[in-house]
Antibody, heavy 121, light 111 residues
Framework: QVQLVESGGGVVQPGRSLRLSCATS????????MHWVRQAPGKGLEWVSF????????YYPDSVKGRFTISRDYSKNTLYLQMNSLRGDDTGVYYC??????????????WGQGALVTVSS | QSVLTQPPSVSGAPGQRVTISCTGS?????????VHWYQHLPGTAPKLLIY???NRPSGVPDRFSGSKSGTSASLAITGLQAEDEADYYC???????????FGGGTKLTVL
């Protein structure tokens, strides 16, 4: 079965960096696009980044553009999110999500349990 | 403030029917982008509930249904059960933002 397991969360000071990992199994990693989505405390879900199946396309919302970098390692079937210049409003639970293919539809069909990132001095 | 607007909360008694609305604009739902729905229990992985506006993935009960019209979409849940108590999110794509967008989420309470 499909499994996504995030790691690397923790407490970090403002301005510092953190790298999240998402270990995947149960599907052919190299064939699917992947996303990161976060949830700030008491808030809703916010899309954070996208990487295409072959790594050639990466997209970010303005809130993290220039600070966050998404990448993937096909030898390890692992997705990463490098987060630099962290701010207090980056605090939240970070989920990795697999983009499914259902005909012409591309929902986020599997999600991890999340990794908590707390940015605080 | 979320690009897609959902009511913060809805409630219903066991066995009843509830609907959750998701209102967008001409750059997302109104532009023809598909709407997907997720069920989220705090502390767990969000679960895909409806994809492509009205399709259920394998394993999702037919008590859940989705629809889309114009710049809005809706999720309906019939025969409410205690286990349906969760947060529900709609999601689409926005061409103005060039990115994926979510609704603010709706907390369903089963009375």
């Amino acid at each position: 079965q499909v499994q996504l397991v995030e790691s690397g969360g923790g407490v970090v000071q403002p301005g510092r960096s953190l790298r999240l990992s998402c270990a995947t199994s149960g599907f052919t990693f190299s064939k699917y696009a992947m996303h990161w989505v976060r949830q700030a405390p008491g808030k809703g879900l916010e899309w954070v980044s996208f990487i295409s199946y072959d790594g050639s396309n990466k997209y970010y919302p303005d809130s993290v553009k220039g600070r966050f970098t998404i990448s993937r390692d096909y030898s390890k079937n692992t997705l990463y999110l490098q987060m630099n210049s962290l701010r207090g409003d980056d605090t939240g639970v970070y989920y990795c999500a697999k983009e499914g293919r259902y005909g012409s539809y591309y929902p986020f069909d599997y999600w991890g349990q999340g990794a908590l990132v707390t940015v605080s001095s | 403030q979320s690009v897609l607007t959902q009511p913060p909360s809805v409630s219903g008694a066991p066995g009843q029917r509830v609907t959750i609305s998701c209102t967008g604009s001409s750059s997302n739902i109104g532009a023809g982008y598909d709407v997907h729905w997720y069920q989220h229990l705090p502390g767990t992985a969000p679960k895909l509930l409806i994809y492509g506006n009205s399709n259920r993935p394998s394993g999702v009960p037919d008590r859940f249904s989705g629809s889309k019209s114009g710049t809005s979409a809706s999720l309906a849940i019939t025969g409410l059960q205690a286990e349906d108590e969760a947060d529900y999110y709609c999601q689409s794509y926005d061409s103005s933002l060039s990115g994926w967008v979510f609704g603010g989420g709706t907390k369903l309470t089963v009375l």
